[in-house]
């Protein structure tokens, strides 16, 4: 299985440790080795000059058998294969044939190791429960199915397989602890982190007895194991397990080795999880410039390590860096393993999270829909991965105001994450979150701070327990959405607490001019309006929007959000005209950036109303609040707050007009 023993006695029944995964799967288990020809691509007859390695034939369906072998040395027909496997095992008594390639002497990969696994299991069915080769060949399909994405049967065969060896050769036997980490495995692999934490946590420990504590099996159990502890959000004792796992590989086989370099970018990505930007980075650089200089800057295993680069970028505001990165890995996977393998996916997925963070939200969504359907059909809808993913399409689309769409997405991810990881699990309350800044736009507020209240209250009791001071970057990225919710409601000198201190933890995580930390500025700035301190608003806003304009752009939608909040602090403090003019552009850059229906849009442009009103531009003031109003009706419903507010910010105008009307419509 992946991530299995290498050194087994059951040896054709495991694959080669397992490559890295990319920083967007930080938390999930890892990912089995693909090599270069793992599509099996057909190669065309008439097209190809290849012939089959085996019986020198160019007639036929002609594949690469998924090892390292290229051109005709790689290229068989599969019955060839299967004969010659077949041969292997019945005259000279050796299965090796069945798995791996004699050649370059790497496992088989995608259809022609299922073909030929499932081959060797017809022809071990006949055989008693519990014969040796049964049971083996039921290993081998177990492995076949988890490199083509059929976990739930490669979980099924693992279970048979272990409780066979158990009780045949006893739990301390060497195919047993095999069986056993196999179905550690193939538990991280459907999401079932708590199995498989218990489960490998009782096989490191008698492997520790067994093996000692740097054996590389020991090691191996214990990089799966510590990866476990991340999916469960145990991110300081997951790193505590990857770094010893590092330090000891180190020392057995030096930094250059493959298994030491996969450890490696498992530690930075442990400690992006954990917000040591820096230190991730300069960490995955140095693994970058290893494997360039021993496999090639092309090479599968460099293009990996550099797609997580890529995304570390992105977490460090440094789009630019991260973009360009991102676009030569994905062009290079794409020659090299396609564009429909899994890693070229991830690679895409980090595009998305890229471009999504640019504000570029469409292009974002364009790319993630089909790979969220293409995860759910792998996997399954309720795997936690397919959740994850789910969750941060529903945030695109929130973005994107596709807010019923959104909602039905979270509100499936939180309710199956519920009874996959429990309600205290840190992505279930992240979900949360993501539903508490959904019902903030769909204008439920009080809906909003209940949601963000629970889960920012859970974190708290997180961190303390822990001993985390001042916050981990989870709760207080939580915060500052409670904050929000808070200003919302009229509590702003509650929220403008709660925002200092995130402000306090994000600058010294991310730095003062982080777009995390500046968007917590601006909601600090409308937490302060709102409490009547203008001054400090004010020169907070502009400060802002001065920062964010450098960092994301002028017309990023992060941007234009904070423009809105400096024009309210310039109406507020009774400069009139001067807000109704750099409302007027805000509200064209806005309806540019984001549509005319957007609710970003319908606020700022109802904000623009009452500056035009106040300013004494009464008809145009009117007529703008009356097409405002109308949209957000038809858009954000009558009861929306946007739209009560927009309704009462007409009536103001209308009475400034001596129109008595507009007393009906003051709130």
């Known amino acids: ?89 019945d005259v000279r008594g050796t299965f090796r044939p069945w798995w791996a390639c004699g050649v370059c002497d790497t496992t088989y990969g995608g259809p022609v190791k299922l073909t030929l696994a499932e081959t060797r299991m017809s022809r071990a069915e006949p055989l008693p429960e519990g014969h040796t080769e049964r049971t083996r060949a039921k290993l081998a399909l177990s492995n076949a199915y988890e490199a083509v994405g059929k976990y739930a049967e490669a979980l099924l065969l693992d279970e048979e397989v272990y409780a066979v060896w158990r009780v045949q050769f006893g739990p301390d036997h060497h195919r047993t602890m095999t069986a056993q980490h196999n179905l550690g495995y193939s538990y991280t692999r459907m999401g079932r982190y708590t199995d498989a934490e218990r489960v490998l946590s009782d096989l490191h420990a008698r492997r520790v007895l067994k093996l000692g504590a740097h054996h590389k099996n020991t090691l191996i159990t214990q990089r799966v194991l510590g990866r476990t502890f991340g999916a469960l959000g145990q991110y300081r004792k997951s790193e505590e397990i990857l770094l010893a796992v590092w330090e000891a590989r180190k020392t057995a086989v030096g930094p250059d080795d493959p298994d030491t370099l996969i450890s490696a970018l498992d530690v930075s990505l442990s400690h992006l999880r954990l917000g040591k930007h820096e230190e991730a980075a300069a960490l995955q650089r140095e693994t970058i410039a290893i494997a360039t200089r021993v496999y090639g800057a092309g090479h599968h295993t460099t293009l990996l390590m550099s797609e997580a680069l890529s995304d570390t970028y992105n977490v460090q505001a440094k789009y630019t860096e991260a973009l360009a990165l991102n676009t030569r890995v994905i062009a290079s996977l794409t020659d090299l393993i396609g564009g429909d393998h899994p890693n070229t996916a991830e690679a895409t997925w980090t595009r998305a999270a890229i471009l999504g963070r640019l504000g570029r939200h469409s292009e974002a969504h364009a790319l993630q829909v089909p790979i969220v359907a293409k995860v759910q059909a792998d996997l399954g809808p309720e795997h936690p991965v397919s959740l994850g993913k789910l969750s941060v399409l529903a945030g695109t689309e929130i973005e994107l105001g596709l807010l019923d769409e959104a909602e039905r997405r979270l509100e499936c991810a939180l309710a199956a994450l519920g009874e996959t990881l429990g309600p205290k699990h840190p992505e279930y309350m992240l979900v949360q979150a993501a539903i508490g800044s959904l019902y903030t ?149 806005t309806t540019a950036a984001r549509g005319a229906e957007h609710l970003d849009t319908l606020h700022a442009s109802t904000t623009l109303g009452e500056a035009l009103s106040m300013a004494d531009q009464i008809p145009e003031a009117v007529e703008l609040l009356r097409t405002t109003v109308e949209r957000l009706d038809q858009t954000a419903g009558a009861a929306h707050p946007l739209t009560l507010s927009g309704e009462s910010a007409l009536g103001a105008a209308l009475l400034r007009a001596g129109d008595v009307a507009g007393e009906t419509l003051l709130r």
């Open 1 to 89: 299985m992946p991530g299995g023993d290498e050194a087994s006695a059951d040896a054709e029944a495991c694959p080669p440790a397992a490559l890295p995964p990319t920083a967007a799967d930080a938390h999930l288990p890892p990912r089995p080795l693909s090599f270069p020809n793992t599509d099996t691509a057909l190669l065309e007859d008439e097209a190809c000059e290849c012939r089959c390695i085996i019986c020198l034939d160019t007639e036929g369906k002609i594949v690469q058998k998924g090892c390292l072998c290229r051109g005709d040395a790689g290229a068989v027909h599969v019955a060839c294969l299967i004969e010659m496997a077949s041969h292997a095992s």
């Open 441 to 589: 736009q769909q204008g439920k507020y009080a809906e909003a701070e209940t949601v963000l209240r629970a889960a920012y209250d859970e974190h708290v009791r997180r961190d303390d327990a822990e001993g985390v001071v001042g916050g981990s970057l989870p709760t207080v990225i939580i915060a500052s959405r409670l904050g929000h919710a808070s200003c919302l409601l009229g509590r702003c000198a509650e929220a403008a607490a709660l925002h200092e201190g995130s402000i306090g933890v994000l600058g010294s995580v991310f730095g003062s001019e982080h777009p995390r930390t500046l968007l917590v500025n601006g909601l600090l700035a409308a937490a302060l309006l709102g409490s009547g301190d203008l001054d400090r608003a004010a020169a907070l806003a502009s400060s802002t929007v001065h920062s964010l304009g450098t960092v994301l752009g002028a017309t990023h939608p992060k941007t234009l959000s904070v423009r809105r909040v400096l024009g309210a602090t310039m109406l507020a403090r009774g400069k009139c005209s001067a807000a109704a003019a750099h409302l007027t552009t805000t509200v064209a850059m």
